[in-house]
C-alpha cells in the first residue's frame, strides 16, 4: 500500500537508505584496509564514513517510522516484521555509534576491538536490510498499486462523530477503493456495481491490507496470499484465510455516504 512518508508516490525512506548502508559498510572496509595497509588515510575515510553513516541512518529512519505508524497495517505479518527490522537498524546505530566513542577521532587508528564492533554492527544492518527488502517486494509496503480501472490511491481519514460522512457518491467508480481511518480502526470504502460497501481493511490470515488488494465483482482480493472475500457480506470465497472479513453498514443520503457506528 502507498507509502505515507512519499514524494509523488514514491517511498521516501527507500530513497534514503542506500546511504547509510554505503556509508557504515565502506567505513568498515577502509577501516579494515587502512590497518592492512597501516594507512592512515584509508581509515581516516572510515572515521569520517562512519560519522556519515550514523547522521544518514538517522535522517532515514524518521520517514521509516511514520510509515512503520501509518502504512504497515497493524496487527500483521508485516507489522512484526517491521518492528524486527526497526529493532536491527537501531541496534546497528547504536554499535556503531559506541565504535565511534571508544575510537574518539577519524584521524585515530581503529582497533580490532572498533572493528569488532562494526563487523558485527554490518551483520545486524544486513539483517535489517534483508526483513526490509521483504517489506518492500514480499508485503508491498510503499507500492502505489495501479491494478487496472483501480484509480488512484485513496484514502483519508475521518473525524469521529455519530454516523460520519465517509465519502460523496460521485467520486468512486465501480470496482474502485478507498482506505478510510476512523476511530483508530481501518475501513475499506468501496463500489460494487450493486452499491457501496465497507468491510475491515485486515485479512484474517496474516493481516494483509485489502484496500491494497483488488477488487471485481463484488470480491476483493488480498495482495499477499490471494484469500478472496465477498465484500456485500465479508464470506470468505478463497483460502488461505479460514475466516471471513467484518463488513460495515452504509447509509445514503442525497451525495453523501455515511457509516453507520
Ligand atoms: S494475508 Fe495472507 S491472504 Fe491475506
Known amino acids: 500500500m502507498r507509502s505515507t512518508a512519499s514524494f509523488k508516490g514514491h517511498p521516501i525512506h527507500v530513497i534514503l537508505i542506500p546511504f547509510p548502508i554505503a556509508f557504515l559498510g565502506g567505513s568498515v572496509l577502509f577501516d579494515l584496509a587502512g590497518r592492512l595497509l597501516e594507512s592512515p588515510a584509508l581509515w581516516t575515510t572510515g572515521g569520517h564514513l562512519v560519522i556519515a553513516g550514523i547522521v ?4 532515514a529512519a524518521v520517514p521509516g517510522a511514520i510509515d512503520y505508524f501509518t502504512t504497515v497495517p497493524p496487527r500483521s505479518s508485516a507489522k512484526e516484521r517491521a518492528t524486527k527490522h526497526a529493532l536491527a537498524n537501531l541496534s546497528a546505530l547504536i554499535l556503531f555509534a559506541i565504535s565511534w566513542l571508544i575510537r574518539g577521532a577519524p584521524a585515530e587508528a581503529p582497533t ?12 545486524l544492518l544486513a539483517m535489517g536490510g534483508w526483513m526490509g527488502g521483504t517489506l ?12 487496472a480501472d483501480a484509480g488512484k490511491w ?14 460523496r457518491t ?38 494483509g491490507s485489502l484496500a491494497g488488494g483488488s477488487m471485481i465483482c463484488g470480491t476483493v482480493q488480498c495482495p499477499w496470499h490471494g484469500s478472496q472475500f465477498d465484500v456485500r457480506d465479508g464470506g470468505m470465497k478463497a483460502g488461505p484465510a479460514e475466516s471471513g472479513i467484518r463488513t460495515h453498514e452504509l447509509r445514503v443520503e442525497g ?7
Open 170 to 207: 460521485s467520486e468512486l467508480e465501480v470496482n474502485q477503493m478507498k482506505l478510510l481511518h476512523l476511530d483508530g480502526d481501518r475501513i475499506v470504502l468501496a463500489r460494487t456495481e450493486e452499491g457501496f460497501v465497507a468491510f475491515d481493511d485486515r485479512c484474517p490470515h496474516r493481516g
Open 112 to 123: 580490532i576491538v572498533t572493528i569488532g564492533i562494526g563487523a558485527v554492527a554490518l551483520v
Open 136 to 147: 518492500a517486494y514480499r508485503n508491498q509496503i510503499g507500492v502505489d498499486h495501479r491494478y
Open 56 to 59: 544518514m541512518g538517522l535522517v
Open 154 to 167: 485513496n484514502e483519508e481519514r475521518i473525524g469521529d462523530g455519530p454516523d460520519p460522512v465517509v465519502g
Open 255 to 261: 451525495d453523501e455516504i455515511r457509516i453507520v457506528r
